[in-house]
């Protein structure tokens, strides 16, 4: 394995910074407008559920199997290339596509595509800001938060080009967006990817193998489940917020300035990410994280008026930078270094998708039957529930604290 230069480290820095940039600005453009989208083709709650579902099971099984192939693969350059190409092209042909059933093998495909991108990236810009030191100038929320502040101008660009026009032409750049962030691999120093890769020997475990390395560490699987039930950018009340909005008189362009606030406002807590866990440690985060999504969610229900959806919509940027930054960091702790790729797909991917396909199934039974403000009751129940795990995590890791032979972690 080559040692990484200080060069090759700067260099790394900077093009991760534009890929982040370039890769969640593409977000912007369509997801905070996607089921507004699908809605507009005359789908009801139920079938975005389904739509949703399906792909979402489709990328869950796809995911840590792709991981592992990028762990073992001798071309990963050209692999991550790949599925930053197919992500655009067939996201492309969803915005002039109607017929639902089209619809769902397109969008799974899309899916399956990038189920990696995000956890690769991930993995690459780590292994440059961790060894930065905790907390420090370049640090992974350093690079990370580029992709926020993109996104801020994205989304707000995007909700007012489609009210002005339409969704199809936000496709169009959003493939464009994709190609130059896979144009910027080819700058990435090959020192990057070589030190990313893994040795394959008869040890390498499958998946089955990683998740009982997960289900040991008891500390780290509540986690996990805590993160799983309110995943801020999956779970089924995220997926239909936008209708809701809408339902309540707020404008395309308005839903687009939500989530613009709300990319603008993770900056800060991204670039403070890295430090706050360091000081504070991930349970502690986790604990203040919930009890902010518990609070949001209800205030939504007892008031769900539109300057409230829109102010907690703003405030998901919290729980988002906190929760992405701990994910990684949790994986890169408490996993072998081998695997971290493989178990990052897996975590915030296949476990992600499980809650996110079950609560968006949910949602849209309730969104049709019962409205959006039900969503919101049903999301605190969920916060609830991620804050008892975690303070069991909390508990878990003062007894290991005070006699580590009681609990491996």
């Given amino acids: 394995m080559r040692t990484i230069s200080h060069e090759a480290m700067k260099s790394s820095v900077i093009i991760l910074s534009l890929f982040f940039a370039l890769y969640i600005g593409a977000l912007g453009l369509f997801q905070p407008f996607?089921?507004?989208?699908?809605?507009?083709?005359?789908?009801?709650?139920?079938?975005?559920?389904?739509?949703?579902?399906?792909?979402?099971?489709?990328?869950?099984?796809?995911?840590?199997?792709?991981?592992?192939?990028?762990?073992?693969?001798?071309?990963?350059?050209?692999?991550?290339?790949?599925?930053?190409?197919?992500?655009?092209?067939?996201?492309?042909?969803?915005?002039?596509?109607?017929?639902?059933?089209?619809?769902?093998?397109?969008?799974?495909?899309?899916?399956?595509?990038?189920?990696?991108?995000?956890?690769?990236?991930?993995?690459?810009?780590?292994?440059?800001?961790?060894?930065?030191?905790?907390?420090?100038?370049?640090?992974?929320?350093?690079?990370?938060?580029?992709?926020?502040?993109?996104?801020?101008?994205?989304?707000?660009?995007?909700?007012?080009?489609?009210?002005?026009?339409?969704?199809?032409?936000?496709?169009?750049?959003?493939?464009?967006?994709?190609?130059?962030a896979a144009s910027l691999m080819f700058f990435l120093s090959p020192e990057m990817f070589d030190h990313t890769k893994k040795k394959i020997s008869s040890e390498h475990p499958q998946d089955s193998s990683i998740l009982r390395i997960i289900f040991r560490d008891k500390y780290l699987l509540l986690l996990i489940a805590a993160m799983a039930l309110t995943h801020p950018l999956g779970n089924g009340i995220r997926q239909f917020e936008p209708i809701f909005m809408s339902q309540l008189q707020i404008r395309q362009s308005m839903i687009g300035l939500a989530a613009a606030l709300s990319a603008l406002t993770e900056v800060p807590f991204m670039l403070w990410a890295d430090y706050l866990i360091h000081r504070f440690g991930i349970t502690k985060i986790l604990l203040v994280v919930f009890a902010i999504d518990l609070s949001r969610r209800l205030l939504v229900w007892f008031f769900p008026i539109g300057w409230m959806v829109f102010v907690t919509h703003v405030a998901t940027s919290i729980s988002f930078s906190m929760r992405l930054v701990t994910t990684v960091s949790l994986v890169n702790l408490r996993i072998p270094a081998k695997h971290t790729t493989t178990s990052l797909a897996l975590i915030s991917m296949t476990i992600y998708s499980i809650s996110n396909m079950i609560s968006s199934a949910v949602s849209g039974l309730l969104f049709d039957v019962y409205g959006g403000r039900t969503l919101y009751l049903y999301s605190a129940v969920g916060c609830l529930i991620s804050l008892c795990l975690s303070l069991l995590a909390r508990k878990i890791e003062m007894r290991a604290k005070e006699s580590p032979q009681i609990v491996s972690v």
């Fill in 34 to 180: 996607i089921t507004l989208h699908f809605h507009s083709l005359g789908m009801s709650g139920i079938q975005i559920g389904v739509l949703t579902t399906v792909s979402s099971l489709l990328a869950l099984l796809s995911a840590p199997i792709i991981g592992s192939i990028y762990d073992k693969s001798s071309h990963k350059r050209l692999l991550f290339i790949t599925l930053l190409v197919l992500s655009g092209v067939f996201l492309l042909l969803i915005g002039w596509i109607k017929y639902y059933p089209l619809v769902i093998i397109l969008f799974s495909i899309y899916r399956i595509g990038a189920s990696t991108n995000i956890p690769i990236a991930e993995n690459l810009a780590y292994s440059v800001g961790g060894r930065k030191g905790e907390g420090k100038r370049f640090g992974f929320g350093f690079m990370r938060l580029w992709g926020s502040i993109a996104f801020t101008m994205t989304a707000l660009a995007g909700g007012w080009f489609a009210e002005k026009f339409n969704l199809q032409g936000n496709f169009v750049i959003f493939l464009g967006f994709m190609l130059l």
